[in-house]
């Protein structure tokens, strides 16, 4: 009996590790997929304005991903972090993006040759530009310091369309954050004291007290953009 007991014992251990190996397996296989698919939207994207975009067809999509796992964090704090198990030697460098299955974890804020320390949504230096998915309707994402699973959507106008439930995702202001990426869902509507603006409470997307695998999102065309958007602003 104790024999079977052990052998049971054994057989739950090694299905725990062979299930954390599949799944180590799947999400390198979605940075794949998401590398592929950053690719052919880029050259569907040539294509539309020009038949020369065959000749393109070895160019690199806009955004390169790269996986990495959450190996320390803290969401006690005001000014929380996490750290990743990949730094410079990776490719990583400060203001990548972090995302993870969920939606938008924050941004790299340091790293050395071998980790990477990331700034999260909920770190109250953290301003995040966000639109009301639907109705387009932009403001800023801050968080106050209370709740890890909630922030503040501001400077929405009054006469915006939205309701509980609606989605909000990244704006694509930044030259860092992909457009698009969700961030949360509305859980509250506010009229802000001063009038004018509603205060919406987030529901965010990603629970930061079990985050572990991540991906590392670089714009390849990041360089080309500010570079151009410099000029304008010396003009």
Same mark, same amino acid.
């Given at each position: 009996?104790?024999?079977? =007991? ?61 996986? =990495? ?135 965010? =997307? ?30």
């Amino acid at each position: 009996m104790l024999c079977g =007991a052990v052998y049971s014992i054994q057989s739950d251990v090694d299905e725990y590790f062979g299930l954390r190996e599949v799944n180590d397996l799947l999400a390198a296989e979605n940075v794949r997929l998401k590398n592929l698919l950053s690719r052919n939207e880029r050259l569907l994207e040539v294509f539309s304005d020009s038949v020369r975009a065959v000749a393109m067809a070895g160019e690199q999509g806009k955004y390169y991903y790269r996986e =990495a796992h959450v190996i320390n964090s803290s969401t006690n704090k005001s000014r929380n972090y996490l750290t990743l198990n990949k730094g410079s030697n990776a490719g990583i460098t400060n203001n990548m993006v972090v995302i993870d299955e969920r939606g938008v974890v924050g941004m790299v804020t340091a790293t050395s040759a071998h980790y990477s320390t990331v700034m999260p949504i909920i770190n109250t230096t953290s301003h995040l530009s966000v639109k009301l998915r639907d109705s387009q309707f932009r403001g800023q994402l801050i968080w106050n310091g209370m709740s890890a699973r909630r922030a503040t959507m501001i400077d929405v106008p009054e006469h915006a369309v939205v309701e509980v439930g609606d989605s909000v995702v990244t704006s694509g202001s930044s030259s860092y954050f992909p457009e698009g990426l969700h961030v949360g869902v509305v859980e509250e509507v506010e009229m802000d004291r001063n009038g004018g603006f509603y205060n919406l409470t987030v529901s965010l =997307a990603v629970d930061y007290s079990s985050i572990y695998r991540v991906q590392v999102v670089e714009n390849l065309e990041l360089e080309e953009q500010q570079k151009l958007e410099k000029e304008n602003e010396d003009d």
